[in-house]
């Protein structure tokens, strides 16, 4: 995986909860508490996985489909789907997401950067660890500001694009024995940041006491993850796929950190990606890090809505496949009245749902995408062309299904010349909304 002369911790392969699953296991246990898992949130069908973009010459070739749904946990309330893929076959080294293709995304990573540093002091002696670093689109923030920092990327394609911006980067999946090699061999981080890659470890306990290992005694660890709640209770469902094993309450990571000697003491509520929360994380025995009441009063509202108990989860089966049918029919009844349809956006959630309505290129020709990496190549399972955005003015589709809707905002903002052919927007999560 690394490059020579980046290899610099111990990079080889363990065994994760992925490679000790039984694949196809019916009774799969909670991997943080070991319960038995009986009661399914939402069940997507069979599915590739999502960010598995195939080659022209990959269209003739079988693909690999793993059943998609997601299991509740009535012991520690984890939602969690079965690990049928292992993490290195989901995160190769031509890994296509790359972080900078979102000038938003971006823009939240320099005014994250900007609060931490205010926050907790942080200077040119400080040290600032990025786990899942992806392209440095965090970490040219850190550096530019003068502040030693380090990117642990497992992904070749990312990892590279990160080293060209100057940072450097280890291509690693993090754990417990890397925290601990991290401390040992360079320095124990003031601060890590963990942005939306806690939903994606198969181990998650493992994962979480790297983190112990790893920091300072006072230093402070941020995760930012989409929160549960805004999954079931906005109809989500399209966030979910194999490359996303858990679905995280505050109560559930509150749980699993402190049985990995972590203490949450602060928690912010973000509108990324529909809706995340970011929690602040020490030692359980640091000092200098006071609980906001912030935590205790988010608790009491996820109580509140139910997140404890069973009934919560109950709907969004219905719910989902109410999407997916009034999807289906808007796209069927505009094709036989002649009208054409492209999409944009190849995000993984994208394929979640085009993959459970089973939307082929007959209903949608093309989607758009501005990522070079994804360009030329074809969504998984739809096997629908990805082309580069300006294929949109080249076509003048009537309608535009915007995939990411949580960008859809920003995506029509950078297309509004669709709206001078007599184009229109479309949305399908939560509901169906022409724009």
């Given at each position: 995986m690394a490059a020579a002369g980046h290899r610099h911790l111990d990079a080889r392969p363990r065994p994760s909860a992925a490679r000790r699953c039984v694949r196809g296991d019916r009774r799969m246990k909670c991997r943080h508490c070991g319960a038995p898992l009986d009661h399914v949130l939402v069940d997507?069908?069979?599915?590739?996985?999502?960010?598995?973009?195939?080659?022209?010459?990959?269209?003739g070739e079988p693909e690999l489909y793993a059943p998609l749904k997601a299991l509740v946990c009535d012991r520690c309330w984890l939602v969690q789907a079965p690990a049928y893929h292992r993490a290195d076959e989901l995160f190769t080294p031509d890994y296509a997401y790359f972080s900078s293709v979102s000038a938003s995304w971006v823009e939240h990573a320099r005014r994250y950067v900007a609060a931490m540093i205010e926050r907790f002091g942080l200077n040119g002696d400080s040290f600032v660890v990025e786990i899942a670093s992806n392209d440095g689109y965090l970490l040219q923030f850190v550096q530019a500001a003068g502040i030693p920092c380090l990117g642990i990327e497992p992904t070749a394609s990312t990892a590279a694009a990160a080293?060209?911006?100057?940072?450097?980067?280890?291509?690693?999946?993090?754990?417990?024995?890397?925290?601990?090699?991290?401390?040992?061999?360079?320095?124990?981080?003031?601060?890590?940041?963990?942005?939306?890659?806690l939903a994606h470890v198969p181990d998650i306990n493992d994962f979480v006491a790297?983190?112990?290992?790893?920091?300072?005694?006072?230093?402070?660890?941020?995760f930012?993850?989409?929160?549960?709640?805004?999954?079931?209770?906005?109809?989500?469902?399209?966030?979910?796929?194999?490359?996303?094993?858990?679905?995280?309450?505050?109560?559930a990571v509150t749980t699993i950190f402190a049985s990995q000697g972590l203490r949450v003491f602060d928690v912010?509520?973000?509108?990324?990606?529909?809706?995340?929360?970011?929690v602040f994380a020490c030692r359980s025995e640091a000092q200098a890090h006071a609980a906001s009441p912030r935590v205790e009063a988010l608790l009491a509202r996820e109580r509140a809505a139910g997140v404890t108990g069973l009934a919560y989860y109950g709907d969004l089966q219905r719910r989902a496949e109410?999407?997916?049918?009034?999807?289906?029919?808007?796209?069927?009844?505009?094709?036989?009245?002649?009208?054409?349809?492209?999409?944009?956006?190849?995000?993984?959630?994208?394929?979640?749902?085009?993959?459970?309505?089973?939307?082929?290129?007959?209903?949608?020709?093309?989607?758009?995408?501005?990522?070079?990496s994804k360009q030329g190549r074809f969504l998984p399972g739809s096997h629908i062309p990805i082309l580069p955005p300006q294929a949109l003015a080249e076509?003048?589709?009537?309608?535009?299904?915007?995939?990411?809707?949580?960008?859809?905002?920003?995506?029509?903002?950078?297309?509004?010349?669709?709206?001078?052919?007599?184009?229109?927007?479309?949305?399908?999560?939560?509901?169906?909304?022409?724009?």
């Open positions: 997507l069908g069979h599915q590739p996985p999502s960010n598995a973009y195939l080659s022209r010459d990959q269209l080293r060209a911006r100057g940072i450097e980067t280890l291509e690693l999946f993090f754990g417990a024995e890397t925290g601990r090699q991290l401390a040992g061999t360079r320095r124990s981080a003031d601060l890590i940041a963990a942005n939306n890659v790297g983190f112990r290992e790893a920091l300072a005694p006072e230093g402070v660890a941020t930012e993850f989409p929160h549960l709640t805004r999954l079931v209770d906005g109809c989500q469902f399209d966030t979910i796929y194999h490359e996303h094993y858990s679905y995280l309450s505050l109560h912010e509520e973000l509108p990324t990606h529909g809706g995340s929360l970011r109410r999407v997916k049918l009034d999807l289906l029919s808007f796209l069927v009844e505009q094709r036989r009245a002649g009208r054409t349809f492209a999409a944009y956006g190849a995000a993984a959630k994208g394929n979640t749902l085009l993959n459970f309505a089973g939307i082929r290129p007959d209903l949608l020709a093309f989607v758009c995408d501005a990522a070079p076509q003048r589709p009537d309608f535009v299904l915007i995939l990411p809707w949580n960008l859809k905002d920003e995506i029509a903002a950078a297309h509004g010349d669709v709206a001078g052919w007599g184009g229109r927007f479309v949305t399908a999560v939560p509901e169906l909304d022409v724009l």
